[in-house]
């Protein structure tokens, strides 16, 4: 069943939600009507998303149908009764197959989510889904879609650590969804609240947009200098070292300042006076209208706003929970758990600027960016390993790698390792067990060009994980949970996330395992990853990257590192 077409919202249309155990009590292989009693909470919660605009569908694994436990009759006679007591749903995607039957819609496969988002004529990545264990979320991610896990006594402790959100109820999900829905404008600023004076045709003049960080940080602020790129003259980014390849891929951005902030990067240099000075004078020279910093969540923007206060910048806005005193003419506030893309999304949002109708809130490069082309003999398809990583931490170990790319040759992959020019030995490594060593032979431009071809990218939580989800490649998170999940997963993007998440380092942002043996990712079993990559190469093929020249097989250049 279908509804009427709504306006959509600026992150999600509809909400998808698992039957038994989230809307209504779980009753095992339940085909009597009368026994259907909805969860605390569930009629008052769907009619808040209905009254948001949200269309709501409902993604079921029902194997009793195939076990003959229940009837098809007696099946919909159950559903209608749900209907009856919590009211319509725009679609149901019911899978009536057991284990064994090697469907692609019994969740955790992604095919229920994949086909409700076509019923209601929208994108994975446009759905919520609200779930009571692992299985949902993995499906959930496995599309591209939002997964929040409402955990109930069946939950195991391990789904509510892996999750990517996890609500006290279902009361508190709707709560979670409409929050980032609420974060963000759709389409024009009009009639929006800024903080600087527009210009004829409501634009800005010069904005100065900061983000002095790795590679993986400045690719998922992208989003959010679209946005101010739509309602500005001229953008002028501050970036690091770290973050100039990225930042150099991003649209919007007209000039580069290179510039590392000892307080940002993660092994600075001593403080300078001179330097200070120097980039004070820097930014003075911009001649900004208004300023922009964009910060992780556990990141201070004062010490830059301080600087852009000296060098003369009128009107300055950033994140801050500290208190900021005149540094900051727009304070920004956004509460915990946020996908980073939406955070510094929000911020701009906040400052007056959206992103244009029919740009979608994903990552996404110039369209100049992917310079290079696989070999011709190498045909789409292919698996991407990328071993290292910018922070130790979050870096499988290479031995493990290593294991990884010989089960996945062994299953007939082909698999490329790729790699940054200090890799080198690393790739050699880890490629040594079947693969094709791309090691230091690739800019980050042109590993994007590989990633657009690629079935899918096997990675931990770095800068090449959000090169792939700027280039829609799914992704294979090897993830170690220093960070919390929900705010660096891969935006937005087909992703299967595998790792110990509930080691003893997590939420810790070491840089260094703490832990003897990198427990997280150390024990992971390579036939999950093989299992992983086998659901999503399962997809239709990405598009073939754009033609190009100087793809370095055989040509190192310099660039495509960790980030």
């Known amino acids: 069943m279908t509804g009427p077409a709504r306006p959509p919202g600026p992150l999600f249309d509809a909400v998808l939600l698992d039957r ?11 085909g009597d009507p009368e026994k259907v009693r909805p969860m605390p909470g569930a009629g008052a919660a769907l ?28 099946l919909a006679a159950v559903n209608a009764r749900v209907e009856e007591l919590l009211g319509p749903f725009d679609t149901w995607q019911i899978c009536p197959h057991g284990d064994g039957d090697g ?27 609200i779930g009571d264990i692992g299985r949902d979320m993995t499906a959930a991610l496995a599309a591209g879609a939002t997964g929040i896990l409402v955990p109930t006594p069946v939950t195991r402790p391990e789904e509510v650590a892996a999750a990517p959100a996890v609500a006290a109820d279902l009361a508190d999900a709707v709560d979670q969804l409409l929050r980032r829905q609420a974060l963000l404008p759709t389409g024009s600023t009009t ?11 409501g634009r800005a003049g010069t904005v100065l947009v900061a983000r002095s960080d790795s590679a993986g940080d400045v690719l998922v602020t992208g989003p959010a200098i679209r946005a101010v790129a739509a309602g500005a003259d001229r953008v002028v980014m501050l970036c690091g070292p770290r973050g100039r390849g990225a930042a150099r891929l991003l649209p919007g951005v007209d000039e580069l300042i290179e510039w590392p902030l000892p307080w940002i990067d ?11 000075r120097e980039l004070t004078a820097r930014l003075a020279a911009v001649q900004a209208d208004q300023a922009l910093i964009f910060t992780s969540f556990h990141q201070s923007a ?26 900051l003419d727009l304070r920004h506030r956004v509460p915990t758990g946020v996908p980073e893309p939406e955070r510094a999304l929000s911020l701009a949002a906040a400052a007056g600027f959206a992103l244009p109708a029919g740009d979608e809130p994903t990552l996404r490069l110039r369209a100049d960016a992917l310079t290079g082309r696989p070999p011709a003999d190498l045909p789409a398809g292919y698996v991407v390993v990328h071993p290292g990583a910018s922070v130790p931490a979050r870096a499988c170990p290479p031995q493990r790698c290593a294991d990884i790319v010989a089960a996945l040759t062994r299953a007939g992959h082909r698999v490329l390792v790729t790699g940054g020019p200090g890799e080198r030995d ?18 980050l431009g042109e590993l994007a060009a590989l990633l657009t071809r690629a079935a899918c990218l096997v990675v931990g939580n770095t800068g090449p994980a959000h090169l792939a989800a700027a280039v829609g490649t799914p992704v294979v998170s090897l993830f170690a949970p220093t960070v919390p999940f929900g705010q660096w997963a891969p935006y937005r993007v087909p992703v299967v996330r595998l790792g110990d998440a509930g080691a003893g380092c997590r939420d810790s942002r070491a840089s260094v395992c703490p832990l003897p043996g990198h427990p997280c990712l150390d024990r992971l079993d390579p ?19 754009p033609a190009g020249s100087g793809f370095g097989v055989g040509h190192p250049t310099a660039g495509g590192g960790a980030g």
Request: charged letters at 20%; proline letters at 11%; aromatic letters at 2%.
């Open 20 to 30: 038994d155990g989230t809307l209504i009590e779980d009753v095992p292989y339940n």
């Open 47 to 74: 009619a808040r998303l209905r009254a948001a605009g949200l269309r709501l569908g409902v993604v079921t694994n029902q194997s009793g149908l195939a076990r003959g436990l229940f009837t098809a009759a007696e």
């Open 103 to 129: 469907c692609r819609c019994r969740k955790p496969a992604p095919g229920l989510v994949e086909a409700a988002a076509r019923a209601l004529g929208t994108d994975p990545r446009r759905c919520a889904v």
């Open 191 to 201: 009639g929006r609240t800024s903080t600087a004076p527009r210009r004829a045709g």
């Open 266 to 276: 993660p092994a600075p240099a001593p403080m300078r006076p001179d330097d200070m």
């Open 302 to 327: 004062l010490p830059l706003a301080l600087l852009l206060r000296m060098a003369g910048v009128p009107l300055v806005g950033a994140i801050s929970d500290d208190y900021p005193g005149s540094l």
């Open 426 to 443: 690393l790739t050699a490594r880890v490629a040594a067990s079947g693969g094709v060593d791309l090691g230091g032979r690739t800019s």
């Open 527 to 545: 036939a999950a990853v093989l299992a992983a990559v086998d659901l999503l190469a399962s997809r239709p093929p990405p598009p073939r990257a």
